[in-house]
């Protein structure tokens, strides 16, 4: 289901485009960091072949890890993943997740974006750093006014026990498709970081646990 690919729709709070009046929505976005609508819709097959691209990575663990049935179990590895912003970062990530291919075109303010080999379940971040925000509560609360105004959505973010991170998961119709989202607010030591995994609806029982574990995972690798 590559046509997935097209609803990240989640993009970088910019106060000097919010002081220019130029506040926008796109597909499923929040306030943005320009007006420029990205692309939605099917891909065709040259691309789906440049979506297989392995992501580059390395085993950071011997311990034993598995997702899937007993029928079908599928490794997961610490895999190092260096975003555009030339910051690294650590996520235990099933064998059968991969980079997905172009996705700065998709989407310039993903600081990297991943999905699994069948492309049904994908991940994403948004990294901004913390000189350009008060504090963490701060960023959050405009995280979450975005989300109220643009999407009407009454879900407010909770804390993950034993973590500074909060979370949502909450569903839309977007262009047809009923899209859930699970999404993270969390603070690096040098940002703050909207990451966010996203399936059908008629996908998310069964993909909640497998998004949850990996981002759960996220940790920003010192520089």
């Given at each position: 289901?590559?046509?997935?690919?097209?609803?990240y729709?989640?993009n970088k709070?910019?106060?000097?485009k919010?002081?220019e009046?130029?506040?926008?929505?796109v597909?499923?976005?929040?306030?943005?960091?320009?007006?420029?609508?990205k692309?939605?819709?099917?891909?065709?097959?040259?691309?789906?072949?440049?979506?297989?691209?392995?992501?580059?990575s390395?085993?950071?663990?011997?311990?034993?890890?598995?997702?899937?049935t007993?029928?079908?179990v599928?490794?997961?590895?610490k895999?190092?993943?260096?975003?555009?912003?030339?910051?690294?970062?650590?996520?235990?990530?099933?064998?059968?997740?991969?980079?997905v291919?172009?996705?700065?075109?998709?989407?310039?303010d993903?600081?990297f974006?991943l999905?699994?080999?069948?492309?049904?379940k994908?991940?994403?971040?948004?990294?901004?750093s913390?000189?350009?925000?008060a504090?963490?509560d701060?960023?959050?609360?405009?995280v979450?006014?975005?989300?109220?105004?643009?999407f009407?959505?009454?879900?407010?973010f909770?804390?993950?026990?034993?973590?500074?991170t909060q979370?949502?998961?909450?569903a839309?119709?977007?262009?047809?498709?009923n899209?859930?989202?699970l999404?993270?607010?969390?603070?690096?030591?040098?940002n703050?970081v909207?990451?966010?995994?996203?399936?059908?609806?008629?996908l998310?029982d069964?993909s909640?646990?497998?998004?949850?574990?990996?981002?759960?995972?996220f940790?920003?690798?010192p520089q």
């Amino acid at each position: 289901m590559p046509y997935l690919r097209a609803y990240y729709r989640i993009n970088k709070i910019s106060f000097l485009k919010k002081l220019e009046g130029v506040l926008g929505l796109v597909g499923f976005g929040l306030f943005l960091a320009g007006c420029t609508e990205k692309p939605s819709g099917s891909v065709d097959s040259s691309t789906k072949e440049k979506e297989r691209t392995q992501l580059s990575s390395t085993v950071g663990s011997s311990e034993t890890a598995s997702t899937g049935t007993s029928e079908n179990v599928i490794p997961v590895e610490k895999q190092t993943i260096t975003g555009v912003s030339g910051y690294s970062y650590s996520l235990e990530l099933p064998t059968n997740w991969q980079t997905v291919a172009d996705f700065e075109s998709l989407n310039p303010d993903n600081d990297f974006m991943l999905s699994d080999s069948l492309q049904t379940k994908f991940l994403a971040a948004v990294v901004e750093s913390k000189q350009d925000f008060a504090d963490f509560d701060s960023y959050r609360a405009l995280v979450q006014d975005s989300l109220a105004s643009n999407f009407g959505t009454n879900a407010t973010f909770l804390p993950v026990p034993g973590t500074q991170t909060q979370m949502v998961d909450f569903a839309a119709t977007v262009e047809g498709l009923n899209i859930h989202y699970l999404y993270y607010v969390t603070e690096t030591d040098n940002n703050y970081v909207q990451l966010y995994g996203w399936t059908l609806a008629s996908l998310f029982d069964s993909s909640k646990d497998e998004l949850t574990k990996i981002m759960d995972s996220f940790q920003e690798l010192p520089q």
